[in-house]
């Protein structure tokens, strides 16, 4: 059942819908980029090969796929508690730089607490959609329309870039343990 007003399903709260599952996304993508260092590892070539990877040239490569990835999760968590997380530099130019990106990632959504979210449903949350534009939405909003849509691609995309050089994943690695 969900909640006229917001679209929202009623006995879920925000925290929950965004915590919980950006989380989980950042570990399966640690998770997968962990199998691309062992493929690179058993195949006897450089790892910074996957990352500097793309699926096709006007795409952003795997190490940028990573970065926006984990940028997303962590602004979106903080402007969903009326903060602005602090920046991280894009800057990793191995799988293990990635991966600690991520690892620092989770430490920062693992700093919020269900109080600081919820009851941020309706906050207007103004963002940077491209060059001098930005579009505003409510919390609701931004977090099912925008911000788990893009971590999505983004972590999907990242995957679809392994996959592409031959690292032996699927699904399940994708999803993660139920």
Same mark, same amino acid.
């Given at each position: 059942?969900?909640?006229?007003?917001?679209?929202?399903? +009623? $006995?879920?709260?925000?925290?929950? =819908?965004?915590?919980?599952?950006?989380?989980? =996304?950042?570990?399966?993508?640690?998770? %997968?980029?962990?199998?691309?260092?062992?493929?690179?590892? %058993?195949?006897?070539?450089?790892?910074?090969?996957?990352?500097?990877?793309?699926?096709?040239? $006007? +795409? /952003?490569?795997?190490?940028?796929?990573?970065?926006?990835?984990?940028?997303?999760?962590?602004?979106?968590?903080? #402007?969903?508690?009326?903060?602005?997380?602090?920046? +991280?530099?894009?800057?990793?130019?191995?799988?293990?730089?990635?991966?600690?990106?991520?690892?620092?990632?989770? =430490?920062?959504? $693992?700093?919020?607490?269900?109080?600081?979210?919820?009851?941020?449903?309706?906050?207007?949350?103004?963002?940077?959609?491209?060059?001098?534009?930005?579009?505003? +939405?409510?919390?609701?909003?931004?977090?099912?329309?925008?911000?788990?849509?893009?971590?999505?691609?983004?972590?999907?995309?990242?995957? =679809?870039?392994? #996959?592409?050089?031959?690292?032996?994943?699927?699904?399940?690695? /994708?999803?993660?343990?139920?």
């Amino acid at each position: 059942r969900a909640d006229e007003a917001s679209g929202a399903p +009623m $006995d879920l709260t925000l925290y929950q =819908a965004c915590v919980p599952p950006l989380r989980r =996304a950042l570990t399966n993508l640690i998770h %997968v980029l962990e199998k691309g260092q062992t493929h690179a590892q %058993v195949q006897g070539f450089d790892s910074t090969v996957l990352v500097t990877s793309r699926l096709y040239p $006007d +795409m /952003f490569p795997l190490a940028r796929q990573v970065q926006i990835a984990s940028d997303l999760a962590r602004r979106g968590v903080a #402007r969903l508690a009326g903060l602005e997380a602090p920046p +991280m530099a894009d800057n990793e130019a191995s799988l293990e730089a990635l991966i600690e990106r991520l690892q620092q990632s989770i =430490a920062y959504l $693992d700093s919020f607490n269900a109080e600081q979210i919820d009851g941020g449903e309706e906050r207007p949350i103004t963002v940077p959609i491209g060059r001098n534009e930005t579009i505003t +939405m409510a919390g609701w909003p931004f977090l099912s329309d925008f911000v788990l849509p893009n971590v999505y691609f983004h972590t999907t995309t990242a995957y =679809a870039i392994l #996959r592409h050089n031959g690292v032996v994943i699927g699904k399940r690695d /994708f999803l993660g343990a139920p």
